[in-house]
């Protein structure tokens, strides 16, 4: 099956300061790859998702970039703010059927210091 | 639009004993999934529905662990009975379905300790 690593597991910054957290996967036939954001006390929230056929996507500040053939995939956080602070966990999805498989990371505990 | 509910929230219990989390999905959605997630780790998957047929139940141990989904919209997930080591989050989750809509949305989680 696939398998997930994150980097890395704990991760401060300065507010304003950019964030970098970057995965790999294991099966190559993984297409979609979405990006979870889980304060504390709640469940995970998406934030940002990339399929395959894309390198890199961007929204205000937050964009992901994707390597297939290397098998790793970033998420790029600018201009930090202390409400960026939080868990934040990479996947793989590989289409199963009529539905997806998610196989997540292990998370970020990402902290932006004010 | 009202999200994925959850409840209890949080829930202690004795080993051995029963205990049952529920779940109620968006509305529409026709996946819905229930996670574990360990303290520490990312969710992983436990079952998945589509409507109210179990299509991926491939990681739940169904020693002590069961689901249902009467009529393909609210999920109950029990456990009988509990063991220490089951103590986690238990996520539910749910999407559009299959050619409408593949981001999963999550809810708050129930949290469970097992004494």
């Not at chain 1, 994707?66 to 590989?94: G, M, R």
Request: charged share 20%.
């Amino acid at each position: 099956g696939e398998n997930v690593e994150q980097h890395p597991s704990t991760l401060s910054v300065q507010e304003g300061d950019s964030a970098v957290i970057k995965c790999t996967y294991s099966d190559s036939a993984s297409n979609y790859f979405p990006w979870y954001k889980q304060e504390l006390g709640k469940g995970p929230q998406l934030i940002i998702d990339i399929r395959s056929n894309v390198g890199e996507k961007k929204d205000q500040r937050i964009a992901v970039t994707l390597n297939k053939t290397a098998k790793h995939f970033s998420l790029h956080i600018t201009e930090t703010q202390p409400e960026d602070s939080a868990v934040y966990f990479c996947a793989a999805s590989i289409s199963s059927g009529s539905a997806r498989q998610l196989t997540f990371g292990s998370g970020t505990q990402l902290t932006v210091l004010p | 639009e009202a999200g994925v509910v959850q409840s209890p929230r949080y829930k202690i219990i004795e080993k051995k004993q029963p205990v049952a989390f529920w779940c109620n999905p968006i509305s529409g959605h026709n996946t819905l999934y229930w996670y574990l997630q360990n303290l520490g780790q990312g969710p992983e998957l436990l079952i998945r529905y589509e409507n109210e047929e179990a299509v991926d139940d491939s990681q739940l141990p169904k020693d002590r662990f069961s689901a249902e989904r009467l009529k393909g919209v609210d999920s109950t997930l029990k456990i009988q009975p509990a063991e220490l080591g089951d103590s986690a989050v238990y996520l539910c989750a749910s999407s559009l379905g299959p050619d409408r809509g593949e981001t999963q949305y999550f809810g708050p989680g129930t949290r469970l300790l097992v004494l």
